[in-house]
Structures are given as structure tokens and as C-alpha cells.
């Protein structure tokens, strides 16, 4: 279930950048395996989420929470794709198409884990901290908020790597290796928690559960958007 549910919300990503519609998705990982018309449960989902994307005003950020506690925070106008996230062994692979993300990663203790943002232009790979990338069309710039950030171009041929430490930033052009960390303004800081922080005002939600297995067939889980 958790398949189709990454799958379609993939599907629905160009609507809601569209709409500028925050989503809010949680999935569990102890879903019991069932038998499942795929088709027919797929068009559950985008009916699911289809209306909840009519009942809501556009605009708006989102939050996810991966399964190993780490925490993304995406701002309005972006997209971002989870491409692999194995939270027993600590392997987590992000693509960032464009726009910006500001991100809480839990320390990583596995042997082989990792956790890694790769944009059109930039490759930013993590051990535990909390960091923000800005991703436009010709650059991108990464700022560590705090712990270490390796940061290098994502094309394979340009060599060059540069690692950030709390409070640092990088420009990375594409075709061109990271500039030398450098500090970050207070402004820059700030910018990264504001463009990418849910209010904490009063806000307009639609809220949707799907509860799976049924009443009877064992524990419910929870999807919200």
C-alpha cells in the first residue's frame, strides 16, 4: 500500500506545485501484507486525493516524516521525490527538482547508510543534521543550519567536493565545482527556516484518513494529506 501511495502522490506532484498545496504525508512501515487489486485501490488513492486538492486553496508548504524520525520540510513551488528510503538500514535517496527544502536528517549509526539530495545540479549528502537547499536552474546554494554537509556537482565529470560546517553555505553552477564554504549572512539563515516553515497559526486543512487493513483484520494505519 505504501507503494501505491508514494506512486500516486508522484503522479499528483506537477497539480500540487500547481495549486501550491502543502501535503502532509505520513506512512507507516508495519503494514500487513494483503491481497490487493491494485488498479482499484490506486483509484481510490487519486480519488482521495483529487478531492482534497479541490477542498483546499492553493498555495502552501509541506511536511513529511520519513520512517526513521528524519523530517522534510518543503517550500511552495518545489518539487521533491523520495527515491529510496530504507529506514531499517539507514538509506535514504532525495531528488530535488527545483525549488527549496530545509531538512532535520537523524545521525546516521549504519554501516553503508546514507542520506543524499541530488538536484539537477548539485549532489548534497548528510550524517545527521539539519540543513537547507536552494535549487534554480542554473545553481544551487546549500547551507548547513547545523553538523556537517558534503556538498559537490552532480555531474560525475566535474571534480571537486567541499564540506560545510554549522553555519556555512555553498554555490554550486552548474558545470562547475562548489565555491569555498563561506559564512552565511543572517539573513541567508533566516530566509532557509522562513521559506520553508509551516505556520503555526491558525491554518486551512483538508484532512483525509484512509485506515488500512478494515475494522477486524488487525491494527489501522493512518494516512493523512
Known sequence: LNALVQEVMQGQAEDLVRRRVRLLKRLAPDIPALLLDSEKMR???????????????????VRVGLLDGSILNVGSASQLQILEHDARAQRTRL?????????????????????????????????????????????DEVLSLDGVVRVNNADPAVAGEVLLQAGEFTRVVRGMAPTPPAPATPEQKREAEEETEIPAGPLEWSRVEISWPPAGCGQGTHLLL
Open 43 to 61: 483509484q481510490v488513492l487519486n480519488n482521495v486525493v483529487g478531492y482534497a486538492l479541490q477542498s483546499v486553496p492553493s498555495g502552501g508548504r
Open 95 to 139: 531528488q530535488l527538482a527545483y525549488g527549496h527544502m530545509r531538512a532535520s536528517v537523524v545521525r546516521l549509526s549504519q554501516p553503508g547508510a546514507s542520506f543524499q539530495v541530488r538536484s539537477p545540479v548539485a549532489v548534497a549528502g548528510v550524517v545527521g543534521t539539519r540543513f537547507f537547499m536552494r535549487s534554480l536552474p542554473d545553481f
